[in-house]
C-alpha cells in the first residue's frame, strides 16, 4: 500500500510505482495529508516449512512472512484448482 513513510522502491519497480502514481493523481504530499504512512510487502515467499509423518497422515508445518497466504502455500501443495 503507498504512503508517504514507507521504502522507496529503486529500478524497474520505482519506475513502474512512479507510473502508477502519475496516472492515478495521488501525490505523496495528499498521502501525507490524510496520513496514509503505507507499508512493502514481501514480493516473492520462500517459506520455511516442516514436512513429517503423522499416523493420521502427512503433517506439513510452515512459517510465512507478512502478506503471505496459508490457503496460496496449502492449494499448491494439494494441487487443487481455484474454480
Known amino acids: 500500500m503507498y504512503g508517504y513513510r514507507m521504502s522507496q522502491p529503486t529500478g524497474d ?21 490524510h496520513r496514509v504512512t503505507g ?3 514481501l514480493g516473492r515467499q520462500v517459506p520455511s516449512i516442516d514436512v513429517s509423518m503423522d499416523p493420521r497422515g502427512i503433517r506439513l508445518g510452515f512459517m510465512l512472512h507478512k502478506g503471505g497466504f496459508a490457503t496460496t502455500l496449502l492449494r499448491e501443495f ?6
Open 39 to 41: 507499508t512493502r510487502r
Open 13 to 33: 519497480a520505482a519506475k513502474l510505482e512512479a507510473e502508477i502514481l502519475e496516472e492515478s493523481e495521488v501525490t505523496l504530499d495528499a498521502l501525507r495529508r
Open 78 to 83: 494439494m494441487k487443487n484448482s481455484v474454480d
